[in-house]
Nanobody, 137 residues
Framework: VQLQASGGGLVHAGGSLRLSCATS????????IGWFRQTPGKEREGVAC???????????????GRFTISWEGRFTVAPGAENTIYQHMTSLKVEDSAVYYC????????????????????????WGQGTQVTVSS
C-alpha cells in the first residue's frame, strides 16, 4: 500500500486547509484509513479515520465539528485501484500545528478486528510521509 500525503502549509488561526492522501496498492479486504498528527516530543495522535468496511468515520474530540474526512465516489479496495481521501480542516487553532501523517490499517470486522478508536499508532500497517501544518496566532 502506498500513501502520498500533501496539502499542508501555513495558515492563520481560524483558517482552513485541506489535506490529501493519494492511496494505491491495495489488495482485497478492508482498511481503516485516516490521519495522525505528531508534534516534537509527543506521541503520534489519531485525528480522524474512515472505515472502508462500512463508510463510518471517527474523529478525536478536538477535531469533531472542525475536521471532516471525505472521498470521491466510492472508495474501492482492489488491486490497481487508486483513491484519494481528504481531511478538511476548518477553524484551525495554534494547537493543531503538527506534522500530519496519512495511515492505513488492515481490518477484518467479520473476524472481530474492526476499527479501534482511538487508534494505536504502533499497530498501523502503512504510513505516508508527513505534511507540515502550521497555524499562526
Amino acid at each position: 500500500v502506498q500513501l502520498q500525503a500533501s496539502g499542508g502549509g501555513l495558515v492563520h488561526a481560524g483558517g482552513s486547509l485541506r489535506l490529501s492522501c493519494a492511496t494505491s496498492g491495495f489488495t482485497f479486504g478492508h482498511y481503516a484509513i485516516g490521519w495522525f498528527r505528531q508534534t516534537p516530543g509527543k506521541e503520534r495522535e489519531g485525528v480522524a479515520c474512515y472505515s472502508t468496511a462500512d463508510d463510518t468515520t471517527y474523529y478525536t474530540e478536538s477535531a469533531k465539528g472542525r475536521f471532516t474526512i471525505s472521498w470521491e465516489g466510492r472508495f474501492t479496495v482492489a488491486p490497481g485501484a487508486e483513491n484519494t481521501i481528504y481531511q478538511h480542516m476548518t477553524s484551525l487553532k495554534v494547537e493543531d500545528s503538527a506534522v500530519y501523517y496519512c495511515s492505513a490499517e488492515s481490518i477484518a470486522p467479520w473476524l472481530g478486528y474492526g476499527v479501534v478508536w482511538p487508534p494505536n499508532a504502533d499497530v498501523i500497517d502503512h504510513w505516508g510521509q508527513g505534511t507540515q501544518v502550521t497555524v499562526s496566532s
